[in-house]
Structures are given as C-alpha cells and as structure tokens.
T-cell receptor
Framework: KNEVEQSPQNLTAQEGEFITINCSYS?????LHWLQQHPGGGIVSLFM?????KKHGRLIATINIQEKHSSLHITASHPRDSAVYIC??????????WGAGTKLIIKP | DTAVSQTPKYLVTQMGNDKSIKCEQN?????MYWYKQDSKKFLKIMFS???????INETVPNRFSPKSPDKAHLNLHINSLELGDSAVYFC??????????????FGPGTRLTVT
C-alpha cells in the first residue's frame, strides 16, 4: 500500500462542474503539496499546505492533519483544467512522497 | 526568464552510450532534484542536492551519477544506457527549511529514448 493514496485515479466531468480530488496519507508530515502536470508534460506547483485551507483563483486546497487527508477543489471547471493532479507529502526528512496522480478531463 | 531549465529537451541515443542532461535554476534555491517519470507517469525521486551536498540518493543503478558544480546547477550523467532508462527526466529546485521542502519548481523535462 502506498503511503500517499489519491482518489479518484481518473475523473471526467462537464465544464462548469465542481471538482474534488482527494489525497490520504499514512505518515506524519510537515507539509503537503498539490501539483499539476499539463498534457504537454510541464509540472507546476499549485499549493503547499501545512494546515487549514488555501485558495488561488478557482482552486482551493484543504488539509485535515488529524485525519491525514487533503482535498483539492476546482470551482467552475474548464477544459483548460484538464491535467494530472498530483499530491505529495513532505515527512520532514528532505523527501517528498508522491501520489500516483489523478487524471482529470473536463469536457466542453 | 526561465526559472528551471534543462538541456536537452529530447535525447535519442543507442544502448551502451553515455549521455548527460544538464539543469540550471536561477531562483536562488539551495536544493535541486532529479526525478524519473516512466511510462506509467509515476514520478520517482532519484537524487537531491542541498548546497552541493547529496542528501537524497535513492536506489538507482550506479550508472547514474549526479554532479552539482554549484547551487544553481545539477547535472545527471548516465553511463552504458539501457532500454529501461527510456523515460522523462525532470529537474526541480526548492528551498529547504526544517527538513522539509517548500514548493518545488520543475524544469520542462528531458525525454530520453534509448534504442
């Protein structure tokens, strides 16, 4: 069992829908990261969280340290949001432990 | 201005050859990383350097050797290339504090194809 589990693995939705991607982890962490990998291959860091909630545009990330769970939400989804979303946790030993990613497709 | 750059972007070579991939960051970060992304799209850490010191050295064949001449550069040299080395290799950089990584900034990737 991976130390970082993401769900769902694949998600297809219609433009405008509210999207939720989940990340559960089994280790103690100092921080959790959400990243986006575009179809072209580029990887971009979206958020780094150690508690609470962060918002950037239509993206919202939350974390519950006690439950070892984080969610990434996308409001008013758009086809350009189609990408792989990756959760990674930092257990405080310089490492990042990566989830397998969630492939999101938003249809017009 | 490119924050993390890698060269080359594409590399096609034959089995048995030796090749290098270069990475440079202009963000002033103290830590750099090499990742391998295989056909299943899973990112795997290979190496990390903090202030030119190797801090992460995952179980990779010793045909792979990283070199960090300074904080802004981390190169990856691969000897005796094998078919299984075909993948996309990403360089990244970040700040480290308290033993954990701040946001990592990624290069565009180098797609290595071994024939």
């Amino acid at each position: 069992k991976n130390e970082v589990e993401q769900s769902p693995q694949n998600l297809t939705a219609q433009e405008g829908e509210f999207i939720t991607i989940n990340c559960s982890y089994s280790v103690g962490i100092s921080a959790l990261h959400w990243l986006q990998q575009h179809p072209g291959g580029g990887i971009v860091s979206l958020f780094m969280l150690s508690s609470g909630k962060k918002k950037h545009g239509r993206l919202i990330a939350t974390i519950n340290i006690q439950e070892k769970h984080s969610s990434l939400h996308i409001t008013a989804s758009h086809p350009r949001d189609s990408a792989v979303y990756i959760c990674a946790v930092s257990p405080g030993n310089y490492q990042l432990i990566w989830g397998a990613g969630t492939k999101l497709i938003i249809k017009p | 201005d490119t924050a993390v750059s890698q060269t080359p972007k594409y590399l096609v070579t034959q089995m048995g050859n030796d090749k290098s991939i270069k990475c440079e960051q202009n963000l002033g970060h103290d830590t750099m990383y090499w990742y391998k992304q295989d056909s299943k799209k899973f990112l795997k850490i290979m190496f990390s350097y903090n202030n030119k010191e190797l801090i992460i050295n995952e179980t990779v064949p010793n045909r792979f050797s990283p070199k960090s001449p300074d904080k802004a550069h981390l190169n990856l040299h691969i000897n005796s290339l094998e078919l299984g080395d075909s993948a996309v290799y990403f360089c990244a950089s970040s700040r480290l504090a308290g033993g954990f990584s701040y946001e990592q900034y990624f290069g565009p990737g180098t797609r290595l194809t071994v024939t």
